[in-house]
């Protein structure tokens, strides 16, 4: 293509390959993807769950989409570039292991770039260190393929995430799930900051069902949809009494642990949303030093919603210029001067059996909370604007619904026909440099390199052998026998 000029190839996944590439015109770097299914309609494109959710969201803590490109039925995702994902970070640490202001500079960042999506009706569904981007002390979410409208009507697939990240509800086939999926991953992505390793590295989804018992004990009867699922895929939980997190995760604080075991709860009704996260006494640290920064913008100028033809995303831009440096200096330990850029956080509320439960367990939360107006009725909305229109990433006007894609999107940038374009020059620079190509490990790969994860010898859950109580009609009980792995490793050696 004239404009991109392929630098280096960044990675090869299940639906696609990533490359490095330079705008021939401006310089810029960009991570360019090129997605391996074949698309012969700008409808197809656009229905691309990827590109309807990137096109919602605009925010610091989630990776930009800069344009989409068809050509000759080959679809091209344009991102900006990043230096490197989390996994990558806790490897390159794993002697000396990230410090505490580092693990909580990570987990504020993506926590607020969470909330905002839920916000905006969208959870991810494969939250995982692979998929949490940085550069220069910014933490972004990233790889949407999974993601889902919260709103959308169930029944949701119940083969969705990456195994080790998986919430329990998942793993008992729910289809009726929703954005607590993302913050069970997220507990267990903050155990990984701070070990190096993964907390439930299992083999399967029965042995990662397995090693929850073993870690959070067996699940509370007050928990009867979890029970009613199990029954129905013939599953037993195993009677463990629940570890003691901390000597797991024995470098974090008394906070972080209270946080991670709240992320960690069986019953998705009483996971602790992101917003509630964040206003956790362990971010209390980064939350005054944003409130510190806001004293010096003019909040007052920045709107409280985004609509059509708005210049909320300047003015947020232009009044946020060192609010989110306050947390990605933290990161790295840098000072920089670069202007960041702070988005309103908003609470969802989560129904009220979930609020009673904060009233008692989570005192910290016993404050007013901001509603989003988008789940408010659309009344409410900017007149003359539908509900669609309304949630949309602004600097991405949305395509009519009877249109002709193609030339809307011409428009609209996301990609122009051109005579020397991708195609098979992509595929040939992809691979130029394959001999000097590490690509980051899939999570097979990975559990090659950390097959017992952590060691859990001296804080036995149960101190039984307590294989018998977990078996269903595919012969589960067996495959834990002498098996020796993960968490309960030397449990079964009998």
Known sequence: ????????????????????????????????????????????????????????????????????????????????????????????????????????SVLFQTLQGLDYMHTHGVFHRDLKP???????????????????????????????????????EILLHSTTYNSPVDIFAMGCIASELYTGQPLFPGRSEQDQLYRLCAVLGKPPNSWQDGYRMAVHI??????????????????????????IQKMLIWDPVFRPTARDCLNHPYFADLRAKNQQIEKQVDVQSVPNYIGPNHESSNIEKRNSTMIQNAVQNQLFGERRDENGFKTELYHQQNGSKYSDFMQHQHPFQQQSQTHYPQYQNTNSLPQGQTQKSYIRNDSQPALPKNSNYFEEAVQLNYGKRQNNIFGANFDKMLHQNDKNFKPTPTIDQRFQNEPQALNFKNYNPSGLNTVSSFNNSNGMMGMYKGSGIGPTLGRFNQ
């Open 234 to 259: 013939g599953a037993n939980f195993p009677n463990f009494a629940a570890c003691d997190i901390s000597k797991i995760v024995s470098r974090a604080s008394a906070q972080a642990i209270d946080l």
């Open 1 to 104: 293509m004239d404009k991109y000029k392929i630098t280096k190839n960044l990675g090869d996944g299940t639906y696609g390959s990533v490359a490095m590439a330079t705008n021939n015109q401006s310089n810029e770097v960009v991570a360019i993807k090129k997605m391996k299914k074949k698309f012969y309609s700008w409808d197809e494109c656009m229905a691309l769950r990827e590109i309807k959710a990137l096109r919602k969201l605009n925010h610091p803590n989630i990776v930009k989409m800069k344009e989409v490109i068809r050509v000759n039925n080959d679809l091209y995702l344009v991102f900006e570039y990043m230096q490197g994902n989390v996994y990558e970070m806790i490897k390159d640490n794993k002697a000396r292991g990230l410090s505490e202001d580092q693990v909580k």
């Open 130 to 168: 692979e998929n949490l981007l940085f550069y220069n002390g910014h933490v972004k979410v990233a790889d949407f393929g999974l993601s889902k409208d919260i709103r959308s009507v169930p029944p949701h697939t119940d083969y969705v995430s990456t195994r080790w990240y998986r919430a329990p």
